[in-house]
């Protein structure tokens, strides 16, 4: 009786275990799984702390206050932290990762910035446009590793990225396939997870043709609710977009309320796939984390100077996003400790880069600004236009001009004797493009001033820089195609004439296209002349001191 007794207690025992069991793995089944994504976008190879910028004071919004922020040694400080205890996350980049970089990474073609992303910690990101900056080979080298055929730049082979680049929308004409992987999927305790990567449609407005030829940039909108469905027949609910175009706010970057959002990006959430639970952004180098609509969207700025940390809840039952939250952290460098083994790295690179990098090029009295004025006229501008007219004044150049997204900072000395080097001009003229002098009627130089004003109002106003001797005005009170003010071209003083035919020269982006100056395509008795970076370089070392001038070229009315 005893064993039968016993034998009983253990079955019951045995039953309860099991029903116990058997509720564990329900509420195993049933538990959230928060899952922390760190963001960044725009990074071109910022490896060293970039200027101060300023934000909004936090004991006084009304004020602000200059902060010190970003370095790939404090960013990847400022990643850990936001990693740390996390038992589910990952980093995410939304393009623009390179070029336009310091000349740290882009004298090595921006190797160095691949290799410290890598080791930040950087799992997956979206290209940008100024990937194809180099063009597509280039841009695949990079992601895969290899050394250029001029040779591996740092002495050892260049292993490639070490996080997966994805442009779902950017389409091999020859095979209809994307160029570089559309998604990657990863599973957090179980949970699937996309993350879709995109470049803006407008891409081939911005970077040289010749780069990308033989693809396609084809819709945002599109490309992502295509892949809706596939991505669910795999078991996906929960989907992340990463892509690189944006808005911008005119508050803080702290202010989720998102005062005055506007730009590209809400028409493109408002149409995505309501299965899309996420939007991370980049391209206007603006902090914000907004909601359109319900959907969170975020940006963390540019150059490494802000991480966004995002917390995304998942079911497990349904695998679907449960709520999302995030909030931009300020990579502060008296908050942060440098990450010691990415600091190695950088001042490696540093010292390699220093035999050129710190070679006196010219002089400079105060500082020369790209910050234009209200016609578009800037300082530094107006240098770099004599430049190119001065180097190119062999093939004929009678006019040079310089589209604006071609100068990415101030020159201005840090020496107590006035010097610029040749990392300080490099920093103002990171592509590497080529001079281009071709010829124009009078007639195209106007349509080439008039698609400095787009039809599209919510397209971009990017008034060129032009040489000396030559000047124009245009009046905003006009439509778009006939700004330019008739009969107020002049070059030394006389109008231009519609049927002569000038010597024009522009760098080489420009030159096939770029920007939307699609006039110059058609220039003709094309020349090529030297590196841009090259004619500023002789230019400084034959006119020095420059100082800030008055800006009388460009003339705005209205």
Known sequence: MR?????????AACCVAAML??????QTLQRDVVLRIVALNDFHGNLKTPAPMRVADPSDPAKQVAVQAGGA?????????????????????????????????????????????GEIGLDVASVGNHEFDRGREELQRLAKGGCRKDGCVTGGEFKGAGFKYLAANVIEESTGKSFLPAYEIRRFGGVPVAFIGLTLKGTPAIVSRSGIAGLRFADEVETVNALVPELKRLGVEAIVVLI????????????KSCPGFQGA??????????????VVSGHTHRAYVCRVEGRLVTSAGD?????TEID???????????????????????????????AALVDRYEKLAAPKANRVVGYVEGELAPLANSAGESGLGDVIADAQLQATQAAGAQIAFMNPGGIRAPLASKRPDNGITYSDIFTVQPFGNTLVTLTLSGAQVKALLEQQFPRDPEARVRVMQVSKGFGYTWDAARPAGSKVVEDSMKLDGEPLRADRRYRVT?????????????????????????????????????????????????????
């Open 73 to 117: 040694a404090y960013l990847s400080a400022a990643v850990g932290a936001a990693r740390k205890g996390r038992e589910h996350s990952l980093v995410v980049g939304a393009g623009d990762l390179i070029s336009g970089s310091p000349l740290v990474s882009s004298l090595f073609h921006d190797e160095p910035a691949i290799e410290i992303l």
């Open 303 to 307: 150059y490494g100077r802000f991480v």
């Open 244 to 255: 690189h175009e944006g808005g911008v706010i005119s508050g803080a970057h702290s202010d």
């Open 3 to 11: 064993t039968m007794v016993s034998v009983l207690r253990l079955s």
């Open 312 to 342: 995304l809840v998942l079911d497990s039952a349904t695998r679907d996003v449960k709520s999302v939250e995030a909030n931009n952290v300020i990579v502060d460098t008296s908050v942060f400790t440098p990450d010691p083994k990415i």
């Open 265 to 278: 990006i809400i028409d493109i959430v408002k149409r995505f796939d309501p299965a899309v639970d996420l």
């Open 21 to 26: 069991a058997s509720c564990s793995t329900v």
């Open 506 to 558: 522009v760098n080489s982006f420009m030159a096939d296209g770029g920007d939307g100056f699609g006039v110059l395509r058609s220039g003709a008795d094309r020349e090529g002349g030297p590196l841009d970076l090259d004619a500023l370089e002789a230019y400084l070392r034959a006119n020095s001191p420059q100082k800030p001038m008055p800006l009388t070229r460009i003339r705005r009315l209205n």
